[in-house]
């Protein structure tokens, strides 16, 4: 008898569903085809052990089984439990005259019981697109897969649960989650404040201009001025993830099997801060069987790159293309899959090799040392940071301090009311959505400049020898700072400023 159960595939952050036709006739053999990798194929062992644990056996009869599409290679071990239903039911061992509605997947222990999957997300998604009932798969994903409405979402323990399900007729109980309510619940839930920071009010601003423009930021001081800090808390006053932005962000996370157990949709903009000892691929993703990289864990948040230097040069080129694409796309022989990275910049640095200052009497760093220790982070990905920022440490005065910072919700509050004036502005522009990715047209419209203004960027210019890449920066940067002041014009205030976060521009 022939039978199709049907499972799913990940490919990229999306699904692709995988018929499995199970055909059971008299003779002997086990037959499993359709470009399985070693862990499918080993599921016969696992579903033998788990049925006859349960009080089931695998017929002895010939058993040919075909994932199709046939020429798309099937990894992992989460089909065990499709495979398995598809075997009891062809060899009518048991009556699932339904079986075909649903998506069925689970990794099989020996006892029977169900290992959570990984992309349960995409997996239901695609389901409910395809137009199947529902989801069966393990009770520890359910919270998860549940976030899809219209898509019955059933979790199972254990694979006899699933067998008297379709041949008793036992109900499962499907999981059903009230999203949006979860959702703004903890979409304000950030473990860290910039309350908590005391003193470097001028970094803070810079933050907050940031945040308010999306733009990648350098913040450049010796060890223990607060860096790490500071970085921490930059999610917090960034706008707060839209659902369709929740969306993508989990879906990313789902795949990479980094959601978090009970959760269903993230509501907190990821960060990410990976070890600078960290390889290009862990970065932007890739592998025999390619994953989301850090870059796209940190997709709608911020990557944080503490000692930018230690790392390796050629890890940090592979930055610069999705800096500007806002993606990354992974190219094999037989494939290839794109995977969203926007996401801010921010990265640290000490400003010298010894880690202090130039003027102060600790360091030791010599010219030729300054050169060698810059010279590990090209001009390129620099001329992509817009705001290289000093972070002096705090003296004794304002640690002791009793008086407490800012608010993050205070801060985030006038960064909102800046994008939502960047939202009016772009809102014919599909590539655009803030200031830090406007091109020269966008420029040239936006951020004229008066004769006071010009005159103080061509002294800049000539003085400080800056670049025409720095030049498109200090403009992005002060339309920024004019959105924050609510001024519709661009003036020589929000110029000056501007030009004061071109930090290693000057020292050049």
């Given at each position: 008898?022939?039978?199709?159960?049907?499972?799913s595939t990940l490919y990229g952050i999306d699904a692709i569903t995988i018929t499995v036709e199970v055909n059971v006739e008299k003779g002997v053999g086990y037959f499993l085809v359709g470009l399985p990798d070693s862990a499918v194929r080993e599921s016969a062992h696992r579903i033998n052990a788990a049925l006859q644990n349960c009080g089931y056996r695998i017929p002895r009869s010939k058993i040919t089984i075909n994932m199709a599409p046939a020429d798309l290679r099937k990894e992992g071990s989460a089909y065990d439990l499709t495979i398995a239903m598809g075997i009891?039911?062809?060899?009518?061992?048991?009556?699932a005259d339904n079986i075909a509605d649903y998506v069925i997947m689970g990794e099989l222990s020996l006892d029977g019981?169900?290992?959570p999957l990984k992309g349960v997300l995409p997996i239901a998604i695609q389901a409910r697109k395809e137009g199947f009932k529902g989801l069966i798969l393990p009770k520890q994903n359910v919270q998860e897969a549940a976030v899809v409405n219209d898509l019955d979402v059933l979790g199972v323990e254990n694979i006899k649960e699933v067998i008297e399900f379709f041949d008793q007729g036992i109900a499962i109980t499907p999981t059903v989650v009230d999203t949006r309510r979860e959702f703004f619940e903890n979409v304000k839930?950030?473990?860290?404040?910039?309350?908590?920071?005391?003193?470097?009010e001028s970094v803070k601003r810079a933050m907050e201009i940031a945040a308010a423009g999306g733009h990648n930021i350098l913040l450049i001081g010796p060890p223990g001025s607060g860096k790490t800090m500071l970085a921490k808390r930059l999610?917090?006053?960034?706008?707060?993830?839209?659902l369709q932005e929740a969306l993508e962000t989990t879906k990313i996370h789902s795949v990479a099997g980094k959601i978090r157990k009970n959760t269903s949709l993230m509501s907190v903009r990821p960060f990410t801060s990976p070890h600078h000892t960290t390889s290009d691929v862990a970065l932007v993703g890739g592998g025999s069987y390619p994953q989301p990289g850090e870059i796209s864990l940190a997709h709608n948040g911020v990557l944080f790159l503490d000692e930018l230097p230690e790392f390796q040069r050629s890890v940090l080129e592979v930055l610069r293309q999705p800096l500007e694409d806002r993606e990354v796309t992974i190219s094999r022989a037989k494939f290839t899959v794109t995977y969203p990275s926007s996401f801010m910049l921010v990265a640290s640095m000490n400003p010298t090799p010894s880690g202090f200052f130039l003027d102060d009497p600790q360091c030791t760093s010599s010219e030729?040392?300054?050169?060698?220790?810059?010279?590990?982070?090209s001009g390129p990905l620099l001329d992509r940071i817009d705001l290289h920022i000093e972070v002096t440490p705090v003296n004794f005065d304002s640690m002791s301090a009793e008086r407490t910072g800012e608010k993050s919700e205070e801060i985030r509050n006038r960064v909102i009311e800046a994008r939502n004036v960047q939202v009016e502005r772009y809102k014919d522009l599909n590539h655009i959505h803030y200031n830090a990715q406007m091109g020269p047209a966008e420029l040239d419209a936006f951020c004229h400049l008066d004769d006071q203004s010009t005159e103080i960027m061509k002294n800049a210019m000539d003085r400080m020898s800056f670049s025409a890449r720095a030049y498109?920066?200090?403009l992005r940067v002060a339309r920024t700072i004019a959105d924050l002041d609510k001024s519709e014009r661009l003036n020589s205030q929000h110029?000056?400023?501007?030009?004061?976060?071109?930090?290693?521009?000057?020292?050049?």
């Open positions: 008898m022939l039978v199709k159960t049907f499972g009891l039911a062809a060899a009518e061992v048991i009556q019981s169900l290992q839930a950030f473990p860290h404040d910039f309350a908590d920071v005391k003193g470097q999610p917090s006053i960034l706008p707060p993830l839209t030729l040392e300054m050169q060698r220790y810059m010279n590990k982070i498109d920066r200090i110029l000056s400023e501007a030009i004061q976060y071109r930090t290693l521009d000057r020292e050049k």
